[in-house]
Every structure is written in C-alpha cells, then in structure tokens.
C-alpha cells in the first residue's frame, strides 16, 4: 500500500536538567541582560504564586491556581510576544501575564472576587483569565481572524492545558487556524495533570503535539523548564504567524508541583516520589544553574533579586487589601453591556439585599 502521510515531532531544548547546555544556545541568550530578565520574571512569578497561596490559607483570597514549576512556559511565551501582539490566558498564565505588563495587585483582585482585576490597564486588549477550560481557543481564533482581516501585523497568542487539548473548542479551533493561515499560537501547558487525571489518562495520542497534523499546521514540543526553549520556539512561531504563515501548535512539557488550585490536595491523587522527583527538573533551578557557571549570576545578585521581589509582591498585596470592595451588582454590571431583561429582577434583588 502507498503511504499517504507521514510525520515527526521534534523536541526542542538547550538546557538540561544539571543548568547545561545540550547544543548550542540561540542567538538571545548570548545577551546575559536577556536571560537575567527571565529568571527574574521566573522569581517573581513564584514569589507571587506562594504569597497568594498564604493569603487564600488565611481567608483573604479566593481559590487560587498556582504555576509552582511550570514559570517558564508563561516567561518564555510572554518574552517572544510584542506589545501589540495579544494574549489569552487560561488561569495558571501569571507569569506570562506580568511580563505582558498586567499587574499583580489586579491578579489578586481577581482571584478575590473583584470585576476590576479582569480590566488591565496595562495590556488592554490582552483577554482576562479563562477558567472555563478551553473556551478562550476559540477567541483566540476569532482574534487572529480579525488582525488578518484588518491586515495588523499582530499575533494572537493562546495557552491552553494538557486537558484542554480534549476538547471540542480546541480541536474546532485548531482546524478554523490553519485552514485560514491564521496569524496565531496555541500554546500547551502540558503539566501532566487535569486536575486528578494524569495525562496517560487524557488522550491515546504519544504526543499532544501532533494533533498539530489533523488540522495541517506545525507542531512541536518543547522542554517547558526549559525557559531559553520556550523563548526560542515561541519566537520563531510568533514571527512565522506575523509573516503570514500561518498558526504554529507548541506542546511545552512541564509539571504542576503544587496542588490544581488551593481547593484540591493532590496528595489524595499523586504519589509523593513522583513529585520530588519532577523537583529536581524545575526550571527556576536549572537557569539559576547555568547562569552561576557561566559566571553571569552572584549569590548577593540572587539575595537581591529574592528581596526585590518580595517587596514588590508585599506592595501589590497592600494595594489589594486596602481596595475598597465593589458592591455586589458589580457581577451583573461587568458581565453584559446590556443586561437580559430575565437577570433585571435577580440585579434588583441583590441591589436590595445590599441597601443599608
Ligand atoms: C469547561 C470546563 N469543564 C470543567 C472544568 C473544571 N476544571 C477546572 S480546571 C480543570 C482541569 C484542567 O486541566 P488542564 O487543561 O490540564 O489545565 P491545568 O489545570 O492543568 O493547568 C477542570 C476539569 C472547567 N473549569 N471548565
Ligand atoms: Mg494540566
């Protein structure tokens, strides 16, 4: 029988495990700026993850999504964007958030509870956090239908989980992407886990990466702690979309060390061993490896760093306790630009409860 089809996934990484380069590195990092930048944007992000986590533990946060491990996917992304380009988040993209310029104080309104912590006033046409999995894609499409139309050499951007990849809105939006060269990128966090169901468990698919090929677009998987790859592929993804050729498919492997969200114990699910072992392949360690060795990174520059941004953090949880909270017809006025005549009677209700 001939053979009609035929394919490969490549797996892109310049750092391993031991902060060593396996080939070598792509042009950026030869500026030590570059990737200081990048661990810092790493340390900040896991500042901000722990600090959250302690203010859920103590009643001042709602659930919250920590990305302990899996910094580097949202830095590398974020770092190969360009301002006017557009991010749609799913709900563990923090650090690729800040990078994009949305603040932390907002982040932590939103996950208390606050419409105004999904108004950015950085990155205004960046969307907010989707909780709903995978149903951002599908904007995402819509997005990069709209640069295309308008002839903006813009590209939007999408990160999406391991379990969004099953489904529906995911599958409908890669095949729309790339039937219309669409100028974006979808993004896999791959952290091996929905919630309690690990990725054996997902798909029978050997990679995630390849369901790039049913909708006829590249696909490739990256080392996701590895945060000079992710840079690297997100680039070249980026700019190939921007130049018009079309969406790219990335699958950033990684590993949620923390809980799902501040609701779940992981502990019920997962073994303990499996967890320490993914520690020693985090990326935080491994840059801060390479870096020490190749004589770019001290400990007193480190101690600063760990300083630094423990104030900026502690500063946007002051700004977020001390904001007044908003009344509770807030969710109906944020939701709708024109609210359905069936929810009046419900606004009026709460608006009532809420009266002094
Ligand atoms: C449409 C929808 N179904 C179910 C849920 C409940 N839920 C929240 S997160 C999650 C798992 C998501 O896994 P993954 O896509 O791998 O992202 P991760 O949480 O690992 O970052 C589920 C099922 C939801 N938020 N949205
Ligand atoms: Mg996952």
């Keep these: 029988m001939p ?68 910094e580097a996917v949202g830095v590398g992304v974020a770092a190969a964007m360009r301002p006017e380009d557009v991010l749609l988040p799913s709900f563990r993209e923090q650090g690729a958030q800040f990078l994009r310029g949305v603040r932390m104080t907002e982040l932590l309104l939103y996950w208390g509870g606050d419409e105004r912590g999904s108004d950015f006033a950085g990155p205004r046409e960046d969307f907010p956090i989707c ?12 997005v990069a239908h709209a640069l295309k139309l308008r002839g903006e050499p813009r590209v939007a951007v999408c990160i999406f989980g391991d379990g969004g990849t099953s489904r529906g809105d995911v599958y409908e939006t890669l095949n ?21 169901v690990p990725r054996a468990r997902q798909t029978a698919a050997e990679t ?15 080392d996701g702690n590895d945060v000079i790859a992710v840079r690297h592929v997100a680039g070249e993804a980026i ?23 501040t609701a779940d114990d992981a502990s019920r699910y997962r073994d303990d061993t499996e967890v320490s072992l993914r520690w020693k392949e985090e990326p935080l360690a491994r840059l801060r490896r390479y870096l020490t060795e190749s004589g770019r990174w001290t400990k007193a520059e480190e101690e600063a760093l760990i ?10 949880v002051e700004e977020y306790l001390a904001t007044p909270p908003m ?9 709708y630009a024109q609210l359905p005549a069936a929810l009046a009677a419900q606004r009026d209700a709460v608006a009532e409860a809420e009266a002094p």
């Excluded at 995630?208 to 990256?222: R, Y």
């Excluded at 009344?327 to 939701?335: E, G, K, V």
């Design 327 to 335: 009344p509770a017809t807030a969710m109906f006025d944020h939701l």
């Design 131 to 142: 909780v709903p999995v995978g149903t951002h894609a599908p904007h995402a499409a819509g």
């Design 3 to 70: 053979q009609v089809a035929s394919f490969t996934i490549e797996h892109v990484r310049f750092l391993d495990p031991a902060g060593q380069a396996a080939r070598p590195l792509p042009v950026f990092a030869d500026d030590p700026d570059a990737l200081i930048a990048l661990y810092g944007a790493m340390v900040l992000t896991r500042t901000f993850d722990a600090k959250a986590v302690a203010l859920q533990r103590t009643g001042r946060l709602g659930t919250f999504a920590s990305s302990l491990g899996q």
């Design 239 to 261: 700019e190939r979309a921007r130049a018009g050729e079309g969406p790219t498919l990335i699958e950033a492997l990684t590993y949620r060390l923390s809980d799902h969200t």
């Design 208 to 222: 995630l990466a390849q369901k790039a090929v049913a909708a006829g677009m590249p696909g490739c998987q990256v």
């Design 307 to 316: 300083a630094d941004c423990g104030t900026r953090v502690d500063a946007a």
């Design 176 to 196: 729309f992407a790339a039937l219309h060269r669409l100028p974006a990128v979808f993004v896999i966090n791959n952290n091996q886990w929905a919630i309690s």
